[in-house]
């Protein structure tokens, strides 16, 4: 089976799968999300939304978090770790917001990479998840599975993977795609076990276990 053919086979089989798969991160505006995906670096999902909890009480909207000392917010978020850097992104890019964007998260890639601590894998899933277009998130589970199942050969760099899915992902499959990858890469294509391709609904069309290229 060509690789086109395959990424088609894979989309539909974890669509099965995983019907209902989307964003693990809470959120109910644009702005949180990118609160918490910021948060998200080398953290659990399910710790910062507990942490996002505490800091939306105290800060409820962007010009309240905008305003906030950086120093309560480093508090605050400092069990996500990296609580300077991500503290300092949050508070540069709530004030950008506010300023630049009359508080609005804006719906463009470019204009998101452009805001403080929002790299690609960030604007994509913004761009997917928050106004519906077409998105890849690279984030370690796609890379890791996209690799295993022959998808992308030996590609590691997140922005390198994303520009070589494109290439074989139909636009408006990529983002769901990319949120299926994460519940596969949990329970099945795990990172710190073996991977469970015994129980794998891909097993026969994975390069990893023997299937073509
Ligand atoms: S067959 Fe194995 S390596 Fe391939 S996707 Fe499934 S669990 Fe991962």
């Known amino acids: 089976m060509r690789k086109k053919e395959r990424v088609l086979e894979i989309i539909e089989r974890l669509k099965k799968e995983y019907p209902d798969a989307g964003c693990t991160l ?5 702005w949180k999300l990118l609160v918490s995906v910021r948060l998200a670096a080398q ?7 507990v942490v996002v909890e505490g ?8 010009d309240a978090l905008a305003a906030a ?3 309560d917010i480093e508090a605050i978020v400092r069990p996500c770790g990296l609580g ?5 992104d949050i508070s540069a890019c709530m004030k950008m917001l506010k300023e630049e964007y009359d508080g609005r998260v804006p719906d463009d890639f470019d204009a998101l990479l452009k805001l403080p601590g929002v ?3 960030s604007a994509n899933l913004i761009m997917g998840d928050v106004f519906g277009k077409p998105a890849i998130v690279t984030d370690t589970h796609c890379i890791r599975l996209v690799n295993r199942m022959g998808l992308v050969d030996g590609i590691k760099e997140p922005k390198k993977v994303e520009m070589a899915l494109w290439k074989i992902i139909p636009p408006k499959e990529g983002n769901d795609f990319c949120h299926r990858l994460v519940y596969h890469g ?5 990172a710190r076990t073996k991977p469970y391709c015994d ?6 069309i994975c390069k990893k276990v023997g299937a073509d290229k």
């Not at 809470?26 to 644009?30: F, G, R």
């Not at 800091?55 to 962007?62: N, T």
């Not at 300077?84 to 300092?88: L, P």
């Not at 949990?186 to 795990?190: F, L, N």
């Open 55 to 62: 800091l939306y009480e105290k800060y409820p909207d962007i």
């Open 186 to 190: 949990r329970d099945v294509c795990t």
């Open 69 to 71: 000392d950086v120093e």
């Open 43 to 49: 953290c659990t999902d399910a710790r910062v939304n």
């Open 119 to 121: 790299g690609r894998k």
């Open 199 to 204: 129980k794998c609904c891909l097993a026969d």
């Open 26 to 30: 809470d959120y109910n505006e644009a």
């Open 84 to 88: 300077k850097s991500k503290a300092r």
